[in-house]
């Protein structure tokens, strides 16, 4: 993963770029299917190697092949300062966070007493894992199909995809539409 990782940054052919991004889909998709996180593992391959390489490879079909040189070496500095700010930001949002498997945390006073007893009833299906993915995170999954449509839309937005226009036919020239 980090070989990939590595040439993607490295690498200047688009082409190259969205087929190794892919690949990394695959990798990590079969890395989370031997850490048995297969629902996580069957949505890193859709969306990951799957409906991103598409919608890359439409994007690549609008625009060029290749990534174009910055006329200004030193306006790189502006995107790093805005990633570490961001970064930053990230970070003081989990400094308030529960230690890892602590046993206070919210979600073992509240959340998981209430899957353990109630699923059954609620959901009618004996296995709490298979329950709590198909049952309860049902609206998750729409949640990434509306992410992943409103991403689509607003690549296309953004390169400004037009409309051919209709040619004008004879002794229309003088009129108005």
Not at 36 to 64: C, F, H, K, Q, W
Not at 71 to 79: G, M, N
Not at 129 to 140: F, K
Not at 148 to 159: E, I, K, R, S
């Amino acid at each position: 993963m980090a070989a990939t990782a590595i040439a993607v940054v490295r690498l200047r052919g688009l082409l190259a770029v969205i087929m190794l991004s892919g690949i990394y889909s695959l990798i990590s998709a079969a890395l989370l299917t031997t850490l048995d996180a297969v629902d996580v593992a069957m949505t890193e391959a859709a969306v990951g190697a799957g409906i991103t390489t598409v919608l890359l490879l439409g994007t690549l079909t609008l625009t060029g092949a290749d990534e174009a040189r910055p006329s200004r070496p030193h306006r790189r500095l502006l995107p790093l300062a805005v990633v570490m700010v961001t970064g930053a930001f990230l970070v003081y949002g989990t400094l308030d966070m529960p230690d890892f498997g602590a046993a206070d945390a919210p979600i073992h006073r509240h959340v998981a007493p209430r899957y353990i007893h109630e699923t059954a009833t609620e959901v009618g299906v004996p296995n709490i894992v298979t329950a709590v993915l198909a049952g309860y995170r049902g609206y998750d999954t729409m949640g990434e199909t509306t992410v992943v449509f409103t991403a689509a839309l607003g690549v296309l937005l953004l390169l400004g995809v037009e409309r051919p226009r209709r040619r004008r036919k004879r002794g229309d020239e003088g009129k108005d539409s």
